[in-house]
């Protein structure tokens, strides 16, 4: 049941008996300094501190579940492991030249049963019982805003790489991040097609005539391949055109999903809106950059679509209720959680500007909390979401840590393996 991962944690945080330390050939051992944690390849931990038999060390220290694990892993011909002063393992099975300590026995029992007890667990998060009874040591607040950092800058990562992708063009890169999480996640990877097949320059060309710019994108999106009635055949004339000047090509309409979208969400309708926004500029960079979340949700809740979709979800089909078809709050709020924040802080990481991404915290900070069966199961276990930080963060501990069981890169797990049983 142990791991190399749970030895890495047990040396890093010293939770060992040091009276009962010693080298397999009966050295004592004394740990000044377990060293530095190493991310990449080499030893596990780097520049520690041991003294072996009463003779101080400085050197790298390896670590394996079993001594024959070096060979294994073709350590002994491989020079960066040459000045490893001791070997660290679960289980000594082989000798061996480089001073060994074996933990077969001397982990603490109360760590082995947390340990188990939160792997061989079947509940929704392994902690469960343990955030019921409140028996662990952090607080949500003392971990919330790393979690909401680290989602974020995942986020931003996948925007970076967009710019350098586009040679720098940080529009570009904005522009697709938009058409992402505009079109709701059922069909995110539709709207992210269309954006590579359509650029962003393209558009703006034509951001003075919505018209235009709606035949444009409906048209590349395989929503007029049919004659519906007479404002789609005018986008349909429009696109025709635009579409033998510069090449354009058309997607599969299969390609769009909506069996599971309320109607207000169908890819039409955000389509429609996206042309507003593409006239309004609303994809710069000082939106992005500067915004308040309030001021975003204001300019993004104006959004309206053509008045032709207020009696209609699809070309051709008249809907009995006439209704303005404006984007929502939620929706809104949403793009500023998925969209602004990574975006500015994507921007603050490459100009190396920290005040950029602590304010992409802040833009989460201020907006309300998402509501979903996530969240919801949280607040059941006792953990609670005051705002869309609060929810960003609960978000990554789930499907960053708790699904993969990695307590021990999470404090409250960390906090729970420390505690006498």
């Excluded at 991310?39 to 579940?65: K, S, T």
């Excluded at 090509?249 to 069996?259: C, E, F, Q, S, V």
């Amino acid at each position: 049941m142990f791991t190399e991962q749970l030895l890495h944690f047990i040396w890093q945080y010293k939770l060992l008996d040091p009276s009962r330390l010693a080298t397999t050939d009966g050295q004592a051992i004394h740990i000044r300094k377990p060293g530095t944690s190493n991310p990449d390849a080499g030893p596990d931990f780097l520049h520690a501190q041991v003294r072996i038999g009463g003779q101080l060390w400085a050197g790298h220290v390896e670590m394996h579940l079993k001594t024959s694990d070096w060979k294994r892993h073709g350590h002994h011909s491989d020079p960066a492991y040459k000045n490893v002063v001791l070997h660290v393992v679960y289980e000594h099975d082989e000798e061996f030249k480089v001073p060994t300590l074996e933990l077969k026995g001397k982990i603490p029992l109360a760590l082995a049963l947390n340990y188990e007890g939160l792997m061989a667990s079947q509940h929704w998060v392994a902690c469960e019982e343990h955030l019921k009874a409140q028996a662990y040591g952090p607080s949500f607040g003392a971990i919330k805003t790393r979690l909401a950092m680290e989602r974020v800058a995942r986020k931003a990562l996948a925007i970076k790489n967009t710019v350098e992708n586009n040679q720098g063009d940080w529009a570009e890169a904005i522009y697709r991040n938009f058409l992402r999480y505009f079109g709701h996640k059922v069909n995110a990877d539709a709207f992210e097609k269309l954006g590579e097949t359509l650029p962003y320059k393209l558009l703006l060309k034509h951001a003075d005539n919505s018209m235009q710019v709606e035949a444009i994108l409906m048209g590349c999106a395989g929503f007029l391949h049919l004659d519906q009635d007479s404002y789609s055949e005018s986008l349909k004339k429009e696109f025709q055109f635009l579409k033998t000047k510069y090449g354009l090509k058309g997607m599969d309409m299969a390609a769009w999903k909506l069996a599971t979208l309320r109607p207000p969400a169908f890819p039409t309708i955000r389509l429609s809106q996206l042309a507003q926004v593409i006239g309004l500029r609303l994809l710069g960079l000082d939106m992005a950059l500067y915004g308040t979340a309030h001021d975003i949700c204001q300019q993004i809740t104006a959004i309206q679509a053509n008045p032709y979709w207020d009696s209609h979800y699809l070309f051709g089909r008249p809907s009995t209720k006439r209704l303005a078809k404006k984007v929502g709050q939620s929706t809104a709020e949403l793009m500023v959680i998925n969209h602004f924040a990574p975006v500015r802080y994507a921007y603050g990481w490459h100009m190396g500007q920290e005040s950029l991404k602590e304010s992409s915290l802040e833009l989460l900070d201020a907006l309300h909390p998402e509501s979903n069966a996530v969240i919801s199961k949280w607040k059941g276990l006792g953990l609670s979401a005051e705002t869309a930080l609060d929810s960003q963060a609960l978000l990554e501990l789930k499907t960053r840590y708790c699904d993969d069981k990695k307590c021990l890169l999470c404090s409250i797990g960390t906090s729970i393996l420390k505690k006498p049983s």
